[in-house]
């Protein structure tokens, strides 16, 4: 084989490498799943048992701090705080979870179809996608709610709709580099059909992009319903909710700064967590780091 | 011709159209592949060389039919490609199979290998039987069958385009075209995969269709050989002939271009070699 020996050097060696080990947890995962669980935890166990009953006025002192029997204290309406916190954590996670629901389920889709399919159909679906871009998100909310009336759904779904480009475009521009790849032209001579290669190839591949992304948008929903609450625009009074809890305690802030102070931490928290959370998931879901 | 032949072009062109330039001129017009004719028989092993942009790719996709001509006919084991749209090609996906130049993009790094290797066999609607099948492919190309659960980024360059070789056997196919399949390789593993796109082609009966850049490799492999320039075929002969005898000068000076072990042992510098590999690969 003298002819093969002249051959220039191309690429550079590639050592075989270990065969698959379990995958390592990484910090953010440990950290943001830790948060996350907290929070579910939290909102679980306010359907079983409240320290005291949920939205309540009770028979004791306004504007308490902590104390042995009311853990977080009370607001200005004789409430216990822990007991809002618990019941408000479902309001979260319920807003977030159908808004990052009703934003991925459309956005993922839309953002591959128009990845591949190069033409006008691609075009239109991404230039509708630029105005509801540039449209923001809490103003729609706000129209939502003028026009259907403020509640937690009308404010959920407002959310997730604002949050349909976010998805789309992040899913479009993956899926764009996968469909560039020698493997899907590998899947069409295989005999794949575009669906199929929509399902096999590019979605996990743009999953941990999507992953990401789902754990932004769910901090960034948690932060908006939280907005429209506390401009009396999301969560009604008598339900339970942490932006509404702000909301109710900006004008004692000075007075009782606990108030606000408590479902604020809540909120960041809980913000931090779902981004962490997020991180670590992309890393931990990438096969290429196992073993590593 | 009594036997039909397993590739056959008529004619064909495949023009690109630029990006425009400017509003009032008309859109530039590339002619990646102009008036190519070129008959494969059933069993041959032809190789397709020429520099890059010289259109040889395009050749390549229009034969596997992931591609149109402008103009022209394309016909794989006498039935037509260039004029189907890609739901009735099934046929052309069990026929003929791909193995790819790079060893790190042409393989999904989400699938594990079994999936991969099964991709054509569960794209044409097998169900059953897959699990041996990938095992038999796998030991066919001399990887072991638990490599059949892990990841392509756990193997190297040359096990990638085995894994690639193995997936391009799942359907029992009777062409195999490769495109420029060791041009991404180490020196030290191209005779190993070569041998390997050799021995499958002898033990599988396959008619081969071998792209590449590099007449040196294309030797090694090929019993006739087509260099294409600008598009179009500018000679086409049995390997030892053309070696022997180019006619074309364009053939001569790839020839030129070619360093080789005897030329190394005459004397010839590492400088004089790189020079060779700048002047070739430019």
New interface residues.
């Given amino acids: 084989?003298?002819?093969?020996?002249?051959?220039?050097?191309?690429?550079?060696?590639?050592?075989?490498?270990?065969?698959?080990r379990r995958r390592p947890l990484n910090p953010s995962l440990l950290i943001g799943g830790t948060i996350v669980a907290a929070i579910v935890l939290l909102a679980l166990v306010s359907y079983v048992w409240t320290p005291w009953p949920p939205m309540r006025v009770l028979p004791t002192e306004p504007y308490q701090t902590p104390n042995a029997e009311h853990w977080l204290g009370t607001d200005k309406l004789r409430r216990d705080v822990f007991t809002q916190i618990l019941v408000g954590a479902r309001t979260t996670l319920f807003v977030g979870l159908v808004a990052v629901g009703v934003a991925a389920v459309v956005g993922v889709p839309l953002g591959i179809l128009a990845a591949m399919t190069p033409g006008w159909l691609g075009q239109l679906v991404m230039r509708t996608n630029d105005v509801l871009l540039a449209f923001p998100a809490l103003l729609l909310a706000i129209m939502f709610a003028a026009l259907y009336g403020g509640s937690t759904r009308v404010a959920m779904i407002a959310i997730g709709i604002a949050t349909i480009p976010a998805f789309a475009r992040i899913t479009r521009s993956g899926a764009l580099s996968v469909m560039a790849?020698?493997?899907v032209?590998?899947?069409?001579?295989?005999?794949?059909?575009p669906l199929?290669i929509a399902w096999?190839?590019v979605l996990?591949?743009v999953?941990g992009l999507v992953i990401v992304q789902a754990s932004v948008s769910f901090a960034i929903a948690i932060l908006a319903e939280a907005a429209l609450a506390y401009l009396g625009l999301g969560t009604p009074t008598g339900q339970a909710s942490w932006g509404r809890m702000l909301f109710e305690a900006q004008t004692t802030l000075r007075a009782a700064p606990h108030l606000a102070l408590i479902p604020g931490g809540a909120i960041a928290l809980s913000v931090l967590g779902f981004n962490l959370f997020g991180d670590g998931l992309r890393d931990w879901l990438d096969?290429?780091l196992?073993?590593r | 011709m009594s036997e039909t032949p397993s590739v056959e072009l008529r004619n064909v062109t495949r023009d690109f159209r630029r990006r425009r330039t400017s509003l009032t001129s008309p859109a530039p017009v590339v002619r990646a592949v102009d008036d190519v004719s070129l008959t494969v028989a059933r069993g041959e092993r032809i190789g397709i060389v020429g520099e890059s942009g010289s259109g040889k790719s395009t050749l390549l996709r229009l034969i596997c039919g992931l591609d149109r001509p402008t103009s022209g006919e394309v016909y794989v084991e006498g039935r037509p490609v260039h004029d189907q749209p890609p739901w009735r090609l099934g046929w052309l996906r069990a026929t003929l199979q791909l193995v790819f130049q790079d060893p790190m993009s042409s393989l999904d790094p989400r699938m594990r290998v079994r999936d991969i290797v099964a991709e054509p066999l569960v794209a044409q609607g097998r169900r059953s039987g897959n699990r041996e099948r990938v095992v038999e492919l796998l030991e066919r190309v001399g990887l072991s069958a638990e490599a059949a659960d892990r990841y392509p980024h756990q193997f190297s360059g040359g096990q990638r385009q085995r894994i690639s070789v193995a997936r391009a056997l799942a359907p029992d196919p009777d062409i195999l075209v490769a495109d420029e399949p060791v041009s991404a390789l180490d020196v030290s593993v191209r005779a190993q995969v070569l041998n390997l796109i050799d021995e499958v082609v002898e033990g599988f009966d396959l008619t081969l269709v071998f792209v590449s850049h590099d007449l040196s490799v294309v030797r090694h492999v090929c019993d006739r050989v087509a260099v294409m320039r600008r598009g179009q075929l500018v000679e086409v002969a049995p390997t030892e002939q053309l070696f022997a005898a180019p006619e074309h000068p364009y053939t001569r000076s790839l020839l030129a271009a070619v360093p080789d072990l005897q030329q190394a042992l005459a004397g010839r510098t590492a400088e004089d070699l790189a020079a060779g590999v700048a002047r070739r690969e430019r």
């Fill in positions: 084989m003298s002819d093969i020996q002249g051959l220039p050097a191309v690429a550079a060696t590639r050592p075989a490498e270990a065969p698959g790849s020698e493997y032209v590998a899947a069409r001579a295989a005999g794949r059909s199929g096999r190839h996990p591949n999953a096969p290429k196992e073993g």
